[in-house]
């Protein structure tokens, strides 16, 4: 079965500090693709990032950066010196294969900065 | 950006009453889908088109259907809308799907269905 677990409902930090966004996820397939997406309050989804199975490597974008581990299932979200604008809800997905039912999305995660 | 629209934004219904969500593109990208939103379950996807007339089920697609009878545009029908389907609904689209480049889905601004 595939399944992505986003176990932190709501995280609130304080203003500069970092904070990471746990992803965890369930597929039998070998191949398949990771995505983290950004709900701001106004409520559009905005795409952040797309990561494949082969590709282990830890990316940064500026103050973002994304840690892919296969051994556990993990693709979690680091936001280093968080901002105000950071604020919103972190959706992560998992997209394994062509077919009806093949992008599966998390609970999402609210993210809190307090000024 | 993505040049996704949907329309209406906002629409209150009331129960029994048939509802049409538009999703427009200006991309040209070849698939489009139809989610929603709801609190506790992440986003759903409804049904989506792999081209022109080319349309399929997804996860929650029942008391939906949908057309796509050119490629900027999808729509989304609720033939006889209930309080269930009180939601927010999301079009997207991406040039490719599955295990391909170019996968990633652009989203829509999104609209908030209240059906009373």
């Known amino acids: 079965a595939q399944k992505v677990t986003q176990a932190q409902t709501e995280i609130s930090v304080v203003e500069k500090e970092d904070v990471t966004l746990d992803c965890v996820y369930e597929?039998?397939?070998?191949?398949?693709?990771l995505f983290w997406y950004k709900q701001p309050p106004s409520g559009e989804l905005v795409f952040l990032i797309r990561?494949?199975?082969?590709?282990?490597q830890n990316e940064i974008s500026g103050r973002y950066s994304w840690n892919f581990q296969k051994s556990t299932s993990s693709f979690n979200f680091t936001i280093t010196a968080s901002q105000v604008v950071d604020s919103a809800v972190y959706f992560c997905?998992?997209?394994?294969?062509?077919?009806?039912?093949?992008?599966?999305f998390g609970t999402g995660t609210r993210l809190t900065v307090i000024p | 950006d993505a040049g996704i629209t949907q329309s209406p934004r906002h629409k209150v219904t009331e129960t029994g009453t048939p509802v049409t969500l538009r999703c427009h593109q200006t991309?040209?990208?070849?698939?489009m889908y139809w989610y929603r939103q709801d609190p506790g379950h992440g986003l759903r996807l409804i049904h989506y088109?792999?081209?022109?007339?080319?349309?399929d089920k997804g996860e929650v697609s029942d008391g939906y259907s949908v057309s796509r009878s050119k490629t900027e545009d999808f729509l989304l029908t609720l033939e006889s809308a209930t309080s269930s389907q009180t939601s927010v609904y999301f079009c997207?689209?991406?040039?490719?799907?599955?295990?391909?480049?170019?996968?990633?889905?652009?989203f829509g601004p999104g609209t908030r269905l209240t059906v009373l």
């Open positions: 597929t039998r397939d070998t191949t398949y693709y």
């Open positions: 991309e040209n990208h070849r698939y």
């Open positions: 997905a998992l997209e394994f294969q062509t077919g009806a039912n093949n992008l599966f």
């Open positions: 997207a689209i991406s040039e490719s799907r599955g295990l391909a480049d170019n996968n990633e889905q652009f």
């Open positions: 990561r494949n199975s082969f590709d282990e």
């Open positions: 088109s792999y081209g022109v007339k080319d349309t």
